[in-house]
């Protein structure tokens, strides 16, 4: 099968909520620590990729165990480095959205300061759907369930 043409199953529309409650929970964590690290000082592409880091451990572990509990195909190890290479891929993404639309966002917001925010979210809509696909069909090797 290849990754362009997928075959979908009954079970995928639980299984994308369930990759969407996970990514809720890393999202929490990840816009808790970045306003944490933007008020501590830090600048917006350390804060948003070390913020990013912490949702990204988060959101292996519970699909891992919950989402993709069936799909243990290789070792933990090997998987999570598969999750981390398309998480990179996807910081890159988010990094970029981030950073190009913070500058557009400030020219409208009340608080140019706070333009990071809305910039973030745009990031992670983005995002999401890249990490659901590449980790569905590599990661998990979700091919045929």
């Known amino acids: ?22 990514g809720l929970s890393g999202t929490i964590l990840d816009f808790g620590a ?8 830090m600048g917006t592409l350390l804060a948003a990729t070390l913020s990013f880091s912490v949702g990204v451990v988060n959101n292996f572990t519970w699909n891992y165990h919950w989402t993709y509990a069936d799909a243990h195909k290789g070792q933990l190890g090997v998987q999570f480095g598969q999750f981390a290479l398309v998480s990179a891929l996807g910081l890159g993404i988010n990094n970029l959205c981030v950073l190009s639309l913070e ?8 608080d140019p300061s706070l333009a990071y925010l809305p910039a973030k979210v ?24």
């Open 103 to 110: 500058s557009l966002a400030s020219a409208w917001m009340p």
């Open 34 to 41: 970045l306003i944490t690290l933007k008020w501590l000082g």
């Open 1 to 22: 099968m290849s990754i362009l043409t997928p075959t979908l199953n009954r079970n995928e529309p639980q299984r994308f909520f369930r990759f969407l409650v996970v």
């Open 122 to 145: 745009a990031a992670t809509g983005v995002v999401v759907f890249w990490n659901y696909f590449a980790n569905r069909y590599w990661t998990f090797g979700m091919e045929h369930g």
